[in-house]
């Protein structure tokens, strides 16, 4: 008669002691290190209801590991818009962009010399330009980066910007003693000045003095915001008066969507007084306060990107009117 088999019940199978031979061999700080991650993810998970996740960037906790999340990860810019061709994240709205294309913006028109060659390719340096584009912007933006940031110190510190970015712009003219900055550059008298300051801003050393002389010449002679500032400065009678760039005017004459070369009684106003609205840019003569640019004026982007706004042109304003995407008619309402 065959021996019967043993019961299952309590054997050891090769797999689990195997497992128990890799626990026991785990050090104490490595476990402690697994424990810790787990506590980490415990926290988030239970702390994530579909509530919480409202002004979730307004109420960051340097504590919780995010990116254990899956409701955090966004993943990869791989969904292109079929109506305006904007890269966004695949769980973005499908209208954020463009409002499904209601909103029609101008495109960038291609830039002449010098800025032609420096993108295309055709110039021995484009390499490079293209490769620190964002400290060559830097050197000629008019208004400055703001953002609630937060430093976290450690063995690797890191720096995590919490709630909104905006822009920060000051006056035309610098106090007594204070370095120029920012839109100040540009009214430098002297040109040659006006360059060794700019390749003298902190995180440019590895720029060119070539490119930096060339791209300035250019701002002068091309962007119009750049000579709007110039000729409202000029009439500027006193420090007390003030700058007023109107949130929703454009040129007389042009189409609702241009913005060509600009003079001061066109779009703009010089004024004493408190007689302005809050999203129109009110810049004086001299003061040492910093102002926010509203988002939603149409010289955000401008003011802040001269290389790819280098005209200077108008971005996206909320008083800007929706057309069919198939007809191509303006919506009255």
């Not at 340097?62 to 966004?74: F, G, K, Q």
């Not at 010399?113 to 390499?127: A, M, T």
């Not at 010449?217 to 409202?232: L, S």
Request: proline residues 5%.
């Amino acid at each position: 008669m065959p021996r019967g088999r043993r019961a299952n019940i309590g054997r050891r199978t090769r797999h689990a002691s195997q497992q128990q031979v890799y626990s026991q061999n785990l050090s104490e700080e490595r476990q402690n290190i697994i424990r810790e991650n787990a506590r980490l993810r415990q926290r988030v998970s239970t702390r994530r209801s579909l509530a919480s996740y409202n002004r979730l960037a307004f109420q960051y906790d340097p504590t919780a590991n995010y990116s254990d999340d899956e409701n955090l990860d966004i993943g990869p810019m791989t969904t292109i818009c079929r109506y305006c061709n904007a890269l966004k994240f695949k769980r973005e709205t499908a209208g954020l962009c463009c409002a499904s294309g209601k909103v029609k913006l101008d495109p960038l028109l291609t830039p002449p010399q010098p800025l032609k060659p420096l993108f295309d390719g055709s110039d021995p340096d484009s390499s490079h330009f293209l490769q620190h584009i964002l400290e060559y912007n830097n050197c000629f933006r008019m208004t400055s980066f703001g953002a609630n940031i937060i430093r976290e110190g450690g063995f690797m510190p890191t720096c995590k910007i919490q709630g909104q970015i905006y822009h920060l712009h000051g006056s035309m003219v610098p106090t007594p003693d204070e370095p120029h900055q920012f839109l100040q550059i540009y009214f430098i008298s002297s040109m040659v000045d006006q360059l060794n300051v700019r390749c003298n801003i902190l995180g440019t050393q590895q720029l060119k003095r070539r490119i930096i002389e060339q791209l300035q010449a250019f701002f002068h002679a091309n962007n119009a915001v750049v000579n709007m500032f110039k000729t409202a400065l000029e009439r500027m009678p006193s420090d007390t008066h003030k700058f007023v760039i109107r949130a929703d005017c454009t040129p007389t004459g042009e189409h609702v969507r241009r913005f060509n070369a600009p003079t001061v009684n066109d779009v703009a106003a010089i004024i004493v007084g408190d007689t302005t609205k809050s999203r129109d840019i009110v810049i004086q003569r001299r003061s040492n306060i910093m102002h926010r640019v509203n988002e939603t004026h149409r010289l955000y982007d401008a003011l802040q990107c001269p290389i790819i706004y280098w005209q200077g042109q108008d971005g996206y304003d909320i008083t800007l009117k929706m057309v069919d995407p198939i007809t191509g008619t303006i919506f009255t309402h």
